[in-house]
Structure formats: structure tokens, C-alpha cells
């Protein structure tokens, strides 16, 4: 049974430039959401997505913007990077709505360091 | 962003202790799930609560849905070295998790 899957693993990119997160949800899930892991902080929420829609979304610029697949995978992209886009980003993803399942599963994060 | 309260921050432990942990929120939440996060990883899913008053057990992990719905508590019974690392309570607010700011765990043998 696969997990949640992110890629890249780590990414390095300078001031202003933009740039592009995949998340491959777990089996048998079809909600992914994203959230922004600054260093010695919890997880903060950015987005959910469900059936190819933005369902809510956090305290974000709209410099944070998604996008998911019919195959439920989804993407985050980040425009006009600022050094303080530094962090890990996690993806996670839970059955859909109404399904009685509230329980969000994590992929290993990318790790995205601005200079 | 919001955060939840976890106490303590952090824990120095001898292996085989017991070690207790609570997190608190000034808003009701409907379900709380605690998390488990190595350096450099994704948080692991440990227990999930979806009832007031409910106790959980997961191993040697047991936790709690407070009675006032704005607090959750996290047990672990008879410490090991692999116990190491930071736990994360987290609220469920609509489809968005609230985190905690975390407890760091320290386990010497």
C-alpha cells in the first residue's frame, strides 16, 4: 500500500523565482492538502483540495496557489519567492468529505531553501 | 498562524520511564489526532480521537479527548530509544489540521 509521496526531496531557488511541489496522495484517498513547516513550528495549513477544487484555504498569499489531477494528485506552486518561503512542505491526504474519517496521512516533506 | 499550547516543550527521560504530555486550545474541537515527526520527515499519524471523554490506546501510547473538548493529553508507558523525537498534537477545524508547537522527547538509556 503506497504512501504519500512528494517530489522533490529537497530544492534550492533564489529570490523571486517560482516553483513547482507534486504530491501523490495514498491509496485508496482522493483530498490532498498543504501545509507550510517552518523551522521548530508546527505545521501550518495552507490548502485543501477535493475533487480537483480548492475546498479552504489558510492565512496564504496568493502567491500560493494548487492544482489537483483527476488522478487526485496535486501540485503547489509559489510565486515571487522571499526568503522567508524557507521551510519544509508537507503534503497530506485523507479520504474525501463524508466519509467519516477526519485522519490526515503525511508525505516526507519537501525541503525548499530560498537564497 | 494559530497554534495550539503543548506542554512541556521538552522532555529528558531515562529509557523505561513514562512520559506525559498535553496540548490545549482556547476553541472546541471535534476531533484531535496526535503525531509523531523524525528530523527531516513527514509527521507519522499515532492515535486519532473523535469523542469527548474517549481513551485510546495504540501500544504503549494511550490518549485522551478532554471532557471541555479543548484539550487532549498523550501518555506513553515504559520509554525506549526509538521514542525520540517531536510530538504534535493537532485540532481538527473543518478540513484544516491545527498543530501544536510541539513536544521534543529526549530518551537516554
Known amino acids: 500500500d503506497a504512501g504519500v509521496t512528494q517530489s522533490p526531496t529537497h530544492l534550492i531557488k533564489t529570490r523571486g523565482q517560482q516553483v513547482t511541489l507534486r504530491c501523490s496522495p495514498k491509496?485508496?484517498?482522493?483530498?490532498v492538502s498543504w501545509y507550510q513547516q517552518a523551522l521548530g513550528q508546527g505545521p501550518q495549513f495552507i490548502f485543501q483540495?477535493?475533487?480537483?477544487?480548492?475546498?479552504q484555504r489558510g492565512n496564504f498569499p496568493d502567491r500560493f496557489s494548487g492544482h489537483q489531477f483527476p488522478n487526485y494528485s496535486s501540485e503547489l506552486n509559489v510565486n515571487a519567492l522571499l526568503l522567508g518561503d524557507s521551510a519544509l512542505y508537507l503534503c497530506?491526504?485523507?479520504?474525501?468529505?463524508?466519509?467519516?474519517?477526519?485522519?490526515?496521512?503525511f508525505g516526507p516533506g519537501t525541503r525548499l531553501t530560498v537564497t | 498562524g494559530q497554534q495550539l499550547n503543548q506542554s512541556p516543550q521538552s522532555m529528558f527521560i531515562q529509557e523505561g520511564e513514562d512520559v506525559s504530555m498535553n496540548c490545549t486550545s482556547s476553541?472546541?474541537?471535534?476531533?484531535w489526532l496526535w503525531y509523531k515527526q523524525d528530523p527531516g520527515e513527514g509527521p507519522v499519524l499515532l492515535i486519532a480521537l473523535y469523542k469527548a471523554g474517549e481513551l485510546t490506546s495504540n501500544g504503549r501510547l494511550t490518549a485522551q479527548f478532554g471532557i471541555t473538548r479543548k484539550d487532549s493529553f498523550l501518555n506513553i508507558s515504559a520509554s525506549i530509544p526509538s521514542d525520540v523525537g517531536i510530538y504534535f498534537c493537532?485540532?481538527?477545524?473543518?478540513?484544516?489540521?491545527?498543530f501544536g508547537t510541539g513536544t521534543r522527547l529526549q530518551v537516554f538509556p
Open positions: 493537532a485540532g481538527q477545524d473543518t478540513d484544516k489540521l491545527i
Open positions: 497530506a491526504s485523507s479520504p474525501g468529505p463524508g466519509q467519516g474519517s477526519y485522519e490526515q496521512y
Open positions: 491509496s485508496g484517498h482522493d483530498t
Open positions: 476553541s472546541i474541537f471535534n476531533t
Open positions: 483540495y477535493y475533487e480537483e477544487e480548492e475546498r
